[in-house]
C-alpha cells in the first residue's frame, strides 16, 4: 500500500491542524493505522493508531485528551486532528500500516510508511 501524508504547515501554540494520510494501491480497511512523529535530533515516535474499522484507538500519552485519529474507508483516508498544540508538537510526522489486527505501537510492526509531513508549532 502506499501512502501519501498531507495537512501539515506552521501553527501558533495553542492552535489545531488536521493531517491526512490517503492510501492506494490495496484495500484500506485491511490496514490497521497509525501516525509517528519525529523531531529533530529525536527518535521516531507513536503518536496514535486505530483498527481497521475505526472501532478502537489508542494514543501516546503526548496526545490523549488533546490528538483525535479517524478513518473513512471509503475515502481510503487517515485522519489525525490536533488541537491545543504545543511547541514540543514540532516534528515530521508519518502515517503508518500494518496487516497486523492488534493495535501496535513500535516502528518495527508497521509495514508501510508515508513520506512525512512537517508540523511546526511556534511559541
Known amino acids: 500500500v502506499q501512502l501519501q501524508a498531507s495537512g501539515g504547515g506552521l501553527v501558533q501554540a495553542g492552535g489545531s491542524l488536521r493531517l491526512s494520510c490517503a492510501a492506494s494501491?490495496?484495500?484500506?480497511?485491511?490496514?490497521?493505522m497509525a501516525w509517528f512523529r519525529q523531531a529533530p535530533g529525536k527518535e521516531r515516535e507513536f503518536v496514535a493508531a486505530?483498527?481497521?474499522?475505526?472501532?478502537?484507538?489508542y494514543y501516546a500519552d503526548s496526545g490523549k485528551g488533546r490528538f483525535t485519529i479517524s478513518r473513512d474507508n471509503a475515502k481510503n483516508t487517515v485522519y489525525l486532528q490536533m488541537n491545543s498544540l504545543k511547541p514540543d508538537d514540532t516534528a515530521v510526522y508519518y502515517c503508518?500500516?500494518?496487516?497486523?489486527?492488534?493495535?501496535?505501537?513500535?516502528?518495527?510492526?508497521?509495514?508501510?510508511w508515508g513520506q512525512g509531513t512537517q508540523v511546526t508549532v511556534s511559541s
Open positions: 494501491g490495496r484495500t484500506f480497511s485491511n490496514y490497521a
Open positions: 486505530i483498527s481497521r474499522s475505526g472501532g478502537s484507538t
Open positions: 503508518a500500516a500494518t496487516e497486523r489486527i492488534v493495535l501496535v505501537t513500535l516502528r518495527v510492526e508497521y509495514d508501510y
